[in-house]
């Protein structure tokens, strides 16, 4: 087939709006699976995917599609996530396009990942279809959703596909507009092997599977390839496309998206975005590649029992290679042993990596309470990130603290304006402007710590707007502010576990939160045990787990009371020299009930 009927377009999306349910009934028309074949969520292949219902992965396939002008078309499609923590994913799909479907939900209209997606697409150049899906729900108004697209998204509406993917509605007339709008692939001609690595996965059988974008020229079996940016060369064992399985074939050639086995054994030799070329006739310069992924959270994740720490090693660096914007390092935590820092986009990210790493590798892991990177100046001049609070200089060397910030842009409806702006101000965040998206709908764009909006702050929004409330954030830099590290101590002795940056206003009320926490699930001793919060040498909160009494006078049947006493004197000896010396274990299920509750 020819490269001027290839099509390559990618579903963007806010969360729920039908994209997965889209990809079905392409593949259902398109007859690329059998009745046999058909179920819900065909495209998400991990059990955690359809669990949740949500994408974590961008998922290619190829489609072919006899058109009403009487010619059969190649049609690669790339379903993405729609999660603001995946929207890495979205962008490199994007980039492997020429062209993508922009679905708006008829009845909730346009929504904030929406707008972010849009953005993600207009940067790559994209020629972008709108699409208005659920037309058939009784509360859909399409005017309405074709009001907002042109007055928010500034996208023509007359050129807008009215469907409903879950009935098939308006199947073909997207098909159409596809072939009709979407630009072919252009192959500069010039005989030079290119394709671009946008994902990869790792097979324990086969070993890494990168899913490419042909760019120019054609790669086949046995073909010597050489991966740009380690030099290294391979030879092409396998390739072919996604009809959804892997379909071999023998050849792919410029305009295609398929997948490609070469003899790659380590995770480490496969870098997403990488140029692939031929190694007898190399191409002067690499694709343009992805940005760099930077991750904004951090936290520590440990084996349960300390045995597992090599198993743990292999399974992170699987994860990576199926995760660019997921990064490891090792470190110790004289608690928890021997781990790894982690570095993630977001909340949902870190949850879903834990999860897959207990359901796929069979790891149980602990993580600890999650943090971002702070820029510290000391009083000497110089400059240190610091993404775990063990690793902050003493408080009388530092001169600033700097923590990061994110523009977030909050869709609502109108009535819970001041709920919103409460929630806002509790946060520590400033509100910049609101914008009158139409009758119903207000987007308030404000400034926040990252750190304040990792753990509730998405659910606090969905509860307070009764789940109307969408948002999404942005990294824009640092900001200088009241900054402390908060110890935990347990009798007398910092725990580095539970040691956490917060901002000096809040130190209090999470430390006593912790304390009262740590009070539950440490075991008493037989002597009092002191939980204090300390910033410093300066104690802000306490709890006491209060003594275990051993009865040592139940030998003691009547007779003088003295003999009582004796024996209640020598406890009390006994106790004040246990408290001088003694130490408390904590045990393993308290540091994960206490990170559980973060």
């Known amino acids: 087939m020819s ?5 390559n377009f990618s579903i963007i999306a806010h969360i729920d709006h039908g994209k997965t349910t889209l990809s079905d009934r392409l593949l259902e028309f398109t007859n690329t699976i059998s009745n046999r074949q058909k179920q819900d969520q065909l495209l998400d292949a991990m059990d955690l ?4 219902g949500i994408t974590i992965k961008a998922h290619p396939v190829t489609m072919s599609y006899p058109a009403k002008d009487g010619q059969i078309y190649k049609l690669n499609l790339l379903d993405t996530p729609g999660h603001v923590d995946f929207s890495y994913e979205v962008s490199r799909s994007l980039a492997a396009c020429e062209g993508a479907l922009l ?42 959703v074709k009001r907002q697209l042109e007055e928010i998204l500034q996208l023509p509406s007359d050129e807008a596909v009215p469907a409903s993917a879950k009935m098939g509605i308006g199947i073909e007339d997207i098909l159409e507009a596809i072939v009709a709008f979407v630009p072919p692939p252009v192959d500069p001609g010039d005989g030079y092997l290119r394709a671009s690595v946008f994902d990869s996965v790792f097979d324990p059988y086969r070993g890494v599977v990168s899913y490419v974008r042909i760019v120019s020229g054609t790669i086949t079996r046995g073909q010597k390839i050489r991966m740009m940016s380690t030099g290294n060369d391979y030879e092409v064992k396998d390739l072919g496309v996604f009809r959804p399985k892997m379909t071999p074939f023998d050849k792919l050639v410029a305009g295609d998206v398929g997948y490609l086995i070469a003899n790659v054994k380590t995770t480490a030799d496969v870098k997403i975005g990488d140029t692939v070329t031929e190694s007898r006739k ?134 819970y304006i001041g709920d919103i702006m409460q929630l806002v101000m509790d946060k520590r965040g400033t509100l910049e402007n609101t914008e009158t998206l139409d009758d119903r709908r207000v987007m308030i ?154």
Do not use: W
Request: net charge neutral.
């Open 49 to 52: 995917e359809r669990e949740r």
């Open 282 to 415: 190399p191409c002067a310069e690499p694709l343009p590649g992805f940005k760099e992924i930077h991750p904004l959270v951090f936290s520590g994740i440990y084996p349960v029992s300390t045995d597992d720490f090599e198993a743990l090693k292999a399974a992170v660096g699987k994860l990576q290679i199926n995760d660019s914007a997921f990064s490891f390092m090792a470190e110790s935590s004289a608690a928890l042993g021997f781990g790894f820092r982690c570095g993630f986009l977001g909340l949902l990210h870190m949850e879903i990596v834990q999860e897959r790493l207990r359901r796929e590798f069979q790891m149980d892991v602990i993580s600890t309470y999650p943090s971002v990177i702070y820029e510290v100046r000391k009083t000497d001049g110089t400059e240190l990130m610091v993404d775990n609070p063990s690793f902050l200089p003493p408080a009388q060397t530092i001169d600033v603290i700097r923590e990061p910030i994110v523009k977030v842009y909050i869709m609502i409806p109108n009535e």
């Open 103 to 144: 679905l708006v939900d008829a009845s909730q209209g346009v929504e904030a990942q929406t707008v972010a997606n849009l953005n993600l697409a207009m940067q790559q150049n994209l020629h972008v279809i709108p699409v208005i899906n659920k037309v058939d729900l009784p509360n859909a108004d399409v005017e309405k």
């Open 445 to 598: 764009h404000c400034v926040l710590p990252l750190n304040e909006i990792l753990v509730d702050f998405n659910d606090r929004l969905k509860s307070l707007t009764r789940g109307y409330g969408s948002m999404d954030y942005e990294h824009a830099g640092y900001r200088e502010d009241d900054l402390v590290k908060m110890d935990m101590m347990i009798a007398g002795e910092p725990v580095d576990a539970f040691s956490c940056i917060v901002h000096r206003g809040k130190a209090e009320s999470r430390g006593r939160q912790l304390a009262a926490k740590l009070k539950e699930v440490i075991p008493q001793q037989l002597f009092v045990v002191a939980i204090q919060a300390a910033i410093g040498g300066k104690i802000i909160a306490r709890e006491s787990i209060s003594a275990l009494r051993k009865d040592v006078t139940a030998k003691c049947y009547g007779g003088d009371i003295t003999r009582k006493r004796k024996l209640l004197e020598k406890q009390k000896e006994g106790k004040k020299k246990m408290k001088a010396i003694g130490r408390v274990n904590i045990p393993q299920e308290a540091f994960i009930e206490v990170l559980k509750t973060n």
């Open 3 to 7: 490269i001027a009927n290839t099509r």
